[in-house]
């Protein structure tokens, strides 16, 4: 039986990942009753037959997608889709009452040409699509508090985007000139079986991938731009690397001002995310590494000064299926129903 006293929320698209992720972290969280799990491959199986580690914790079956039920059961519904999927769902929940939190790139973009241009997608939900706000709190947190449609980051444009904001929102960089190095582990290519993520084929090895045609590209250039108030090109290149969890962003790009120091970008970079609990600023000298954020909602930011270049370095580290995913869009729930932002999330990681 539902608490009334909680908020009912519901997953659709509970199989993957992304769903586990919110399961787990929506049964510990405390506003909240997970009262629906969606997907229609899983349709009439239990929760525990796809996780068994869950058995005697969650015993909700896996229902058929059917967006009126849903809506008249959930008030919150995250959507943890693929690609393509969420835009044939969302506008119903919307128009029904329910608040919606995409994990899927459906509504990450404020030009639908360039989702379409990027995806392969034609859309035909394009005043529903209007309203969605981009949910990365630490830059938009006043949207998201009255928003009903939130499309999440993805999980590379969250940490390389944490990573180069204060700079490009004060001007201290050449934005043309940034380029993102960033690593990922395997659980970022979700669980179907792919041979690129087979033990044997990524194991004991280090690759690139998708280079210059990343379809997260995009998303970075798109909010890149608005902060520094013109279009901007970034040159992304992600890379595989032997892990389950985490990613690793280093950025690099020129200064405005070569006599800055290490510690004036610290300072810099304190006061911009003062007000952002998740964000953590390593000391001088101090880089952060994907084990410190790794179960946790938290980002680490490392800064270093090259004299000799006359380049910014920034490492950003986080936990891809938390931060980088289910934890940042429950991050956004918190805020959109007025609760502090850390309520319900894993604020120190799995160490070591």
């Not at 059961?73 to 329910?98: H, M, W």
Request: charged content about 20%; overall charge neutral; hydrophobic content about 40%.
């Amino acid at each position: 039986m539902v608490n009334l006293r909680r908020v009912p929320v519901g997953i659709v698209g509970a199989s993957g990942y992304g769903g586990v992720q919110l399961v787990r972290l929506l049964m510990d969280h405390p506003e909240v009753e997970l009262v629906y799990l969606g997907g229609d491959s899983s349709a009439g199986k239990s929760f525990a037959d796809l996780y068994p580690h869950f058995g005697n914790i969650v015993e909700l079956p896996i229902e058929a997608v059917e967006p009126d039920i849903i809506a008249s059961r959930c008030q919150v519904v995250f959507l943890s889709l693929p690609n393509g999927l969420a835009c044939q769902i969302a506008p119903k929940l919307i128009e029904k009452g329910s608040r919606v939190l995409d994990l899927s790139a459906d509504y990450r973009f404020s030009d639908l040409k360039t989702y379409t241009a990027w995806y392969g997608t034609e859309r035909s939900d394009r005043t529903t699509a209007a309203t969605a706000v981009y949910g990365l709190p630490e830059l938009y947190r006043s949207r998201i508090a009255e928003a009903s449609l939130i499309g999440c980051p993805g999980c590379y444009p969250t940490a390389s985007l944490l990573a180069l904001s204060p700079l490009l929102k004060q001007g201290l960089i050449v934005p043309e000139t940034a380029i993102i190095d960033a690593k990922s582990g395997t659980s970022g290519g979700g669980r179907q079986a792919k041979v690129n993520l087979l033990l044997a084929e990524a194991d004991n090895s280090l690759g690139a991938y998708n280079v210059a045609r990343h379809r997260h590209t995009p998303e970075i250039e798109q909010i890149c731009s608005e902060l520094a108030r013109h279009e901007v090109t970034i040159q992304f290149t992600p890379h595989l690397i032997p892990m389950v969890r985490g990613i690793l962003a280093t950025v690099y790009a020129t200064m405005r001002d070569p006599g800055l120091v290490r510690d004036d970008l610290i300072t810099i970079y304190n006061a911009f995310y003062r007000n952002s609990p998740w964000v953590k600023i390593c000391n001088s000298g101090t880089y952060p590494q994907t084990k410190w954020a790794c179960g946790s909602n938290s980002c680490y930011i490392g800064i270093e000064v090259d004299p000799r270049t006359g380049r910014v370095i920034v490492m950003s580290a986080i936990d891809n299926l938390i931060k980088g995913q289910a934890g940042q869009a429950i991050q956004c729930m918190n805020i959109m129903l007025g609760w502090d932002e850390t309520l319900g999330l894993p604020k120190i990681g799995f160490y070591p």
